[in-house]
């Protein structure tokens, strides 16, 4: 039944806060929520300068996986992935959770010795993993052409059955709506112009509705962190590029699994409405400019058909693009920055989207606690200047 | 596509031809610490507005070239 009663209620920011968190996205909106609910901060700000989720979290492809390489931050990824579980009933509200296995397509032999290398490392960290024959993935994918037809034909598959898809918008209010029931005060249209620091302190913000003060001040600004660089007078490890995704038109239900090609960059899924979504990766150049192209819509279309022949009536209606912050190692960067009382969460390439319980829940405890909690420990910043980079492979 | 590179080889050419190589930085002096080549090695300005930054000719001539682009809007200054 429709309802005139608003989702949520946008506020005006006052005066002084506990903790400012600086971007009204997913990340932003859970460590608020963390922060209110777990660690009984009372007075604290979202502030977000066009609309909440208006950036990369409205913007990603819904997969949630923790099919990464790096040791040292699997235990990390997988929380994260095994948080979503329960998020529905916590957050009390539906963010439709569909874990419906992720298959990674590998094309070569040597593909294939990097995948069984890569499982033996997911399942030393109580991963669920398992390698699968052509034969097995044209079970569970019967729409899939395993045949020598295509250029670089199937030769075997990675599969991860604890990954799938979380509605990004679900999640998004879900985060939002429960964070303003504890309290958070949410404040759209506030852009935060600069970062006052006195003494090696933060004291608060410069926005455009004025001066805000808070001895704590949290970046979660995904694909815009180099400006919060800027604002502490510092470099960041990051470069921005695009990444664009489309989706086709409805069609019956055909595909029950999440789909990759890391090889050939495009993965699809086909969601509950029936649509598909193509992503692929990033555009080859660094921008800030989220456009789409044709070349990557035909190319996305090239690749698709390859491998799902019967998709050729298929109609790519609708495309879009997000900012990503990409590190050289394939890790984000969390935790201090030398500056007493001002924390980040950011770099997260295109793996922000499903890390984003475990992001909310460690900021929320660095924040508090003032303690780098272990499981994030490698995300530091100074990993950069300590030779200790994340021995991530590109995923 | 969003824009066309001058390469001085081959002319404008499509940069789905190009390898993007990164914005032009300066390198440390010989004897520069470790931190100056970290900085200099990971760390970007990443700032949006023209910018001047490499690009490899991989599918062209092969060279390395260098071009001023706007990476918010993708214009390209040729001198």
Known sequence: MATTQKLLQFRQPEKSYDVIIIGGGLHGLATAYYLARYHHVKRIAVLERRYIGSGGSGRNTEMVRSNKRAHETLPFYKECLAMWDGLSAELEWNLMVQKKGLIALAHSDPELASMRMQSDSQRRAGIEIAMLSPEEIKKMVPSLDISDRPALPVVGAQYHPEGGTVHHDAALWGYAKAAARHGVDICVGVEVTGINIQGGKVTGVDTNVGHIAAPQVHAAVGGYSSEIGRMIGMNFPVTTFPMQVMTTDVMAPFLDHYVASPRLHFYTQQTLKGDLILGGHLDPWQSWNSYTTWEEASERAFKILEYFPDLAHARIVRTWSGLCDCTLDSAPVMGGVGIDGLSLDVAWGYYGFKSTPGCGKYSAEYIATGQMPEKIKPFALDRFYNRQLVREIIL | ?79
Not at chain 2, 31 to 57: T, V
């Open chain 2, 1 to 79: 596509m969003a824009f066309l590179i001058n390469c001085p080889n081959c002319g404008r050419r499509n940069p789905y031809e190009f390898k993007f190589g990164g914005e032009c930085k300066n390198a440390p002096e010989q004897g520069a610490d470790m931190k100056a080549w970290c900085d200099y090695l990971f760390f970007n300005e990443n700032k949006p507005g023209f910018q001047d930054e490499w690009w490899y000719h991989a599918m062209g001539c092969g060279d390395w070239l260098k071009i001023r682009r706007n990476i918010a809007t993708h214009e390209i200054i040729e001198e």
